[in-house]
């Protein structure tokens, strides 16, 4: 009883520091109508999809309903003094970045008649806290034309872009460290800090500052060349893939960190390939197209996972000869606004092919692979010509989403009920598939274990010596079945002469030798 108490005055004095001056304030209807109309404002009614969420206080009494028992555990432990204190402040911090802005969330989607949906989405939020460092890391500044949208090579298939500072972001992980954190953990993550920056010439504090808050991220598929995908089993082709992602930048920093990084690990090394691309060169080959380079080209610096794939968004961004040239993109962003805060983009073109590769992967199993690449694909509901296009707009009160895509109302609210039956699909059938393969492999080399065990009962009633030819009727008469068994997956069966073990035709079904 008395520590029941105890612990009730600790969390009455962890309140005074942080949660009674940050109390959540008094929801009206008259409010939530308002928030309700913003929302609203922002989004496309009369079509197959309005959904308007009113979520003011929802992060705070999160938060709330997660420290306070954490909070009530710790009771009067003199080691668990410093996390009360840090937890007390939790509140108070998340509140000065703009966590507690967050009011309210919609959706709408409206179908057109070209056969493609009007997608909008809006996170309303209170106007206080547009330029803090959570949502300026989110989603930047002002929407304006990005430069960085130019370097997507004309193959890219998928495409993000963004305004997001990441300097911004860092500086928030740094205060949260140092007004948060216990003064053990603080020490040794600056420790950590300084060490980057002495034994791998890393400052990560310069490196952040170097950023300009701008970037993207592209995946590319080739439309000429294709690759093996590694694994077992029957071969399974894809087009050769390819990655390039870049951040604007105020200097040269970003580089010399990482060149600098490079140096210190003493296996990797750079080579010039010309026209300012640098190549990293890996110690040991790589079975898919990895050289990794990288340059600074226009105050960008780029990174991709060949020199080729650089070069290409160089030219793309020089020649305005790239994703952005291509007529498949102009139709996908038609109508939305080019002057923004980011663009995400996914070609129908993508999901074919991932598509295609995983249930392709599945099938390799030659008994049961199509039923369950079948099923798989039944289950999680894939779409295969999938594409979509939005971009992201920050506003005074909130952050705005337009796009355009190929999936409707119905195909998004049956993709969301079956998701979770879709994930599970997804983790439970390869599983099953591998737990199967092992059990008739098994089941396999226990009939080779047999038609040994026959082999010799006949070699010693024959008078057969090693290397002699096993004459099968004659073995199978030890058999207690009388005949050949049965492989599970379809095998065939050799019986060998004698001294050598009998085989399956699957591999990886055999005796050790």
């Not at 990441?166 to 800090?193: D, H, Q, Y």
């Not at 090394?269 to 110690?283: A, Q, R």
């Amino acid at each position: 009883m008395f520590n029941a108490l105890k612990r009730l005055a600790v969390l009455g004095l962890v309140s005074g520091m942080g949660w009674a001056a940050l109390a959540a304030p008094e929801k009206s209807p008259a409010l939530s109508k308002q928030r309700y109309d913003l929302i609203l404002a922002n989004l496309d009614a009369g079509g197959d999809l309005l959904v308007v969420a009113n979520m003011e206080g929802w992060i705070r009494d999160a938060v709330q309903s997660l420290v306070k028992p954490i909070t009530l555990m710790g009771g009067n432990d003199p080691e668990f003094r410093s996390v009360i204190e840090c937890l007390g402040k939790l509140p108070g911090f998340l509140d000065k970045n703009g966590f507690y802005g967050l009011q309210g969330f919609g959706m709408s989607m409206v179908p057109r008649t070209d056969g493609l949906n009007d997608l909008k989405s809006f996170v309303a939020r209170d106007p206080a806290v547009t330029w803090t460092p959570l949502w300026l890391a989110m989603v930047g500044g002002k929407p304006r034309t990005l430069a960085c949208t130019d370097f997507l090579p004309a193959d890219t298939e998928l495409a993000q872009t963004g305004t997001g500072e990441c300097g911004a972001l860092w500086k928030m992980v740094r205060s949260g460290v140092a007004e948060l954190g216990t003064p053990v953990f603080a020490v040794s993550f600056n420790s950590k800090i300084s060490a980057l920056a002495t034994n791998w010439g890393v400052n990560l504090d310069k490196v952040f500052e170097s950023t300009a808050g701008e970037g993207f991220f592209s995946i590319q598929f080739s439309r000429t060349k294709t690759m093996a995908v590694p694994g077992s089993g029957a071969p399974v082709s894809m087009p050769e893939p390819a990655f390039l992602m870049g951040t604007a930048v105020k200097d040269n920093t970003v580089v010399e960190a990482l060149e600098a990084a490079v140096a210190k690990t003493g296996m990797l090394s750079i080579t010039n390939v010309g026209d300012g691309i640098k190549v990293i060169k890996l110690p040991v080959p790589i079975p898919f197209p990895f050289q990794p380079a990288y340059t600074v080209h226009q105050g960008f610096f780029l990174f991709g996972s060949t020199p080729d794939g650089v070069a290409a968004g160089i030219k793309a961004f020089q020649d305005k000869t790239g994703l952005v040239a291509t007529p498949e993109f102009k139709k996908a962003v038609k109508g939305l606004p080019m002057v923004n805060n980011g663009l995400a983009y996914m070609s129908p073109r993508f999901m074919t092919i991932v598509t295609d590769v995983q249930k392709a992967v599945i099938s390799r199993d030659p008994a049961q692979g199509a039923k369950m690449a079948g099923l798989m694909d039944e289950m999680i509901g894939y779409k295969k010509d999938m594409s979509v296009s939005k971009v992201f707009l920050n506003k005074r009160d909130g952050v705005a989403v337009e796009g355009i895509s190929s999936a409707g109302a119905k195909e998004m609210a049956a993709s969301v009920m079956i998701a979770p039956v879709g994930l599970l699909a997804g983790i439970a059938i390869p599983s099953f598939m591998k737990a199967r393969s092992t059990s008739q492999s098994n089941a396999c080399i226990n009939n080779l274990r047999m038609l040994e065990a026959a082999k010799e009962q006949w070699a010693l009633e024959n008078k057969k010596a090693m290397g002699d030819t096993v004459m099968a009727p004659g073995v199978l008469k030890y058999l207690g079945m009388g005949r050949m068994p049965m492989c599970p997956q379809g095998g065939r069966y050799t019986l060998n002469v004698i001294g050598k073990n009998a085989r399956c035709s699957i591999p990886g079904h055999q005796l050790r030798e």
